[in-house]
T-cell receptor
Framework: NAGVTQTPKFQVLKTGQSMTLQCAQDMNHNSMYWYRQDPGMGLRLIYYSASEGTTDKGEVPNGYNVSRLNKREFSLRLESAAPSQTSVYFC???????????FGPGTRLTVT | QQQVKQSPQSLIVQKGGIPIINCAYENTAFDYFPWYQQFPGKGPALLIAIRPDVSEKKEGRFTISFNKSAKQFSLHIMDSQPGDSATYFCAASMSGPTDKLIFGTGTRLQVFP
């Protein structure tokens, strides 16, 4: 099993460009999450999907959209990238209670 | 009320020392408190977790101490090793229709030989 996979690993965008970060899991997780990690700020939840067909905003959703394409895939889209979105993005999956989440390897995004 | 406050931000210990990382929370509805370990260039991974009905949980060299009345919990690493050098995050969650985790800001631990 690959677990949780993310593509791409690295990306550089210019301000105003758009892109989609891909996440897939083969662990039959019901829930999937997108986080951003910034120095000194820990992991902040952007969006999550409690089950296939549902999505909800997390702590920092502005500037992002998500799609839960099917049970396996959960993508994060930046419509018009801004330098403030420079970060490391992690996708995670979970089965719900007791809430263990399994993280992917991350995507390092730089917006210039 | 949703915050989890973590300290210290960084910690340096010698091999064999016992680093202690502390977390505090406000929301008494939280009922699950995990710790995640993250190595450079990797995603976080669950290390150990505790429910509020117990005051301590041990797994190998890692121990969580939980003080429900003070709304605090801490991670102790016994006989620390250079391989324990990583960033540690505490988190909290509550029972309900979603299983969101609220993470602390992280502690970067360095263990020197």
């Amino acid at each position: 099993n690959a677990g949780v996979t993310q593509t791409p690993k690295f990306q550089v965008l210019k301000t105003g460009q758009s892109m989609t970060l891909q996440c897939a899991q083969d662990m039959n997780h019901n829930s999937m999450y997108w986080y951003r990690q910034d120095p000194g700020m820990g992991l902040r939840l952007i969006y999550y999907s409690a089950s296939e067909g549902t999505t909800d905003k997390g702590e920092v959703p502005n500037g992002y959209n998500v799609s839960r394409l099917n049970k396996r895939e959960f993508s994060l889209r930046l419509e018009s990238a801004a330098p403030s979105q420079t970060s490391v993005y992690f996708c995670a999956g979970g089965h719900g209670f007791p809430y263990e989440q399994y993280f992917g390897p991350g995507t390092r995004l730089t917006v210039t | 009320q949703q915050q989890v406050k973590q300290s210290p931000q960084s910690l340096i210990v010698q091999k064999g020392g016992i680093p202690i990382i502390n977390c505090a929370y406000e929301n008494t509805a939280f009922d699950y408190f995990p710790w995640y370990q993250q190595f450079p260039g990797k995603g976080p991974a669950l290390l150990i977790a505790i429910r509020p009905d117990v005051s301590e949980k041990k797994e190998g060299r890692f121990t969580i101490s939980f003080n429900k009345s003070a709304k605090q919990f801490s991670l102790h690493i016994m006989d620390s090793q250079p391989g324990d050098s990583a960033t540690y995050f505490c988190a909290a969650s509550m029972s309900g229709p979603t299983d969101k985790l609220i993470f602390g800001t992280g502690t970067r631990l360095q263990v020197f030989p």
